[in-house]
């Protein structure tokens, strides 16, 4: 399959143009764009300009609105409850980070509820907005809605959770942060679609085809019947990805896996964050020597391969570098997919890449 490598700018540029056409305010256009590069750049294509078809059809369908903002329902000390009012995640997602960020800094800590968002990206983007405040952070995240149950249950055949994301991130002084980002699927959904538009097989152990059997067609995913993808570490990562699933989505009252929009064409995601500031625990002075002191001793053993130990968020560090000097891949596919998606819009880009 071929693929065409754009710089991050250009693909900007385009995200931004096709949404400002699709009714985004300026801010709100270019706020998903840069996210969704974000996302190319760290190498999570699953999340990058890839969803930006997705995110124009679920315009159309009502199952995200242009232009909303969160709104606080509730704040009673350290539990802040907010709304996405079905929001673009990219907006929603970073206004109720900064209420989160704000009563954890005043109160030392901070349960944040996010509850019907639209789609909110790669998690790590609102650890590492915790993070850049010096605050440490743990995300829940569920889906509900159209086709989120994706994920076979250890021991089932067939999809009956979502990819339920987790991340956190851990402040470093003077330094990048520890940041862990993952679906408690083996792997993102997103990635499957990859896979199927670069026309490649998945790995062993990523999906079961409709009957409940191993494959490595990643279409069979989206057949009718669909297959489904299996949860990491099995019964463990079942284990978390449910738990994800009762807390973003019962424990908020934002409904879980088997909860049924208005608009049947609504994804939502929930976000349960947990944002705690160091000063008000054991002091940033102790926290920092300690932190250091762990990152160094679990980084030191003696490599298995070639490679030294690396930290959670350290393979996207180094995607970035690498796609910020020679351009972000994309299959053909996606790339025809992104034109159409702008046609139906009215912006023409270029057909082809060379
Ligand atoms: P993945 O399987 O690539 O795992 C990523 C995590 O593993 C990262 O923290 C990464 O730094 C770490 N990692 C990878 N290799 C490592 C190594 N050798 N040493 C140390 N750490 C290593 O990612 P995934 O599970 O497919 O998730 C991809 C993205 O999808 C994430 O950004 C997640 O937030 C996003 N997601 C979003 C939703 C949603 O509904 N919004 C749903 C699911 C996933």
């Not at 679609?193 to 989206?222: C, F, H, M, Q």
């Not at 995601?269 to 947990?274: E, G, L, Q």
Request: aromatic letters at 6%.
């Amino acid at each position: 399959v071929a693929t065409f490598r754009f710089p991050a700018d250009e693909l900007r540029g385009v995200g931004a143009s096709v949404f400002a056409a699709a009714g985004s305010e300026e801010r709100e256009a270019t706020l998903i764009a840069k996210r969704l590069v974000d996302a190319n750049l760290a190498g999570h294509d699953s999340h990058g300009v890839i969803r930006v078809p997705r995110y124009i059809r679920d315009l159309a369908s009502g199952g995200v609105a242009a232009n909303r903002h969160a709104t606080v329902v509730k704040e009673t000390g350290a539990l802040v409850v907010v709304d996405g009012n079905n929001g673009f995640g990219q907006v929603v997602g970073g206004e109720a980070m900064a209420i989160g960020i704000a009563a954890a800094k005043k109160n030392g800590a901070c349960i944040l509820v996010l509850r019907h968002s639209a789609h909110l990206g790669r998690i790590a983007d609102w650890a590492e907005m915790a993070a850049d405040e010096g605050l440490a952070s743990f995300h829940f995240v569920n889906v509900s809605g159209r086709g989120a149950n994706r994920v076979a249950p250890f021991g089932g055949t067939d999809g009956r959770l979502s990819t339920n994301p987790i991340a956190a991130a851990i402040p470093r002084r003077g330094g990048a942060p520890v940041v862990l980002d993952m679906a408690t699927s083996v792997v993102a959904e997103g990635k499957i679609a990859v896979a199927r538009n670069r026309g490649v097989e998945t790995p062993e152990g990523w999906l079961i085809d409709s009957d409940g059997r191993p494959t490595r067609d990643p279409r069979k995913l989206y057949e009718k019947p669909p297959g489904a993808i299996l949860p990491f570490g099995a019964y463990k990562g079942y284990g978390l990805g449910l738990f994800v699933d009762l807390i973003s989505g019962a424990l908020t009252g934002a409904g879980g896996i088997t909860h049924k929009h208005a608009i049947e064409a609504r994804v939502e995601n929930n976000m349960v964050a947990m944002i705690v500031d160091p000063a008000a625990m054991g002091g940033v002075k102790a926290f920092d020597a300690e932190v250091e002191a762990i990152l160094a001793y679990v980084t030191g053993s003696k490599p298995s391969g070639k490679e030294a130990v690396m930290l959670p968020g350290d393979p996207e560090r180094r995607t970035r570098a690498e796609r910020l000097e020679h351009g972000i891949p994309l299959e053909e596919e996606t790339w025809r997919q992104i034109v159409e998606a702008a046609e139906s819009v009215g912006v023409t880009l270029q057909e082809r890449r060379g």
